[in-house]
């Protein structure tokens, strides 16, 4: 039993890791709100940019994980 708790344990973390995916929550002036996730970007800075454009218009951003 105690040499499957260590491959268990690594498969769930492994599993756990590639089911989220890391996405942004915009709400913004007048009710508008926009959802920004990682994989509808080409790279991470393209995906921080998005992000930042919509914080620098006045958008209030928080970072959250999804299930994909």
């Given at each position: 039993?105690?040499?499957?708790?260590?491959?268990?344990?690594v498969?769930?973390?492994c599993?756990?890791?590639?089911?989220?995916q890391?996405?942004?929550e915009?709400?913004?002036?007048?009710?508008?709100?926009?959802?920004?996730?990682?994989?509808?970007?080409?790279?991470?800075?393209?995906?921080?940019?998005?992000?930042?454009?919509a914080?620098?218009?006045g958008?209030?951003?928080t970072?959250?994980?999804k299930?994909s």
């Amino acid at each position: 039993m105690k040499k499957l708790f260590l491959p268990l344990l690594v498969l769930t973390f492994c599993m756990s890791m590639t089911a989220c995916q890391k996405c942004a929550e915009c709400t913004c002036l007048l009710g508008f709100s926009a959802d920004f996730c990682m994989d509808e970007f080409d790279s991470k800075d393209d995906y921080n940019d998005a992000v930042k454009i919509a914080e620098d218009n006045g958008c209030t951003c928080t970072q959250k994980l999804k299930g994909s």
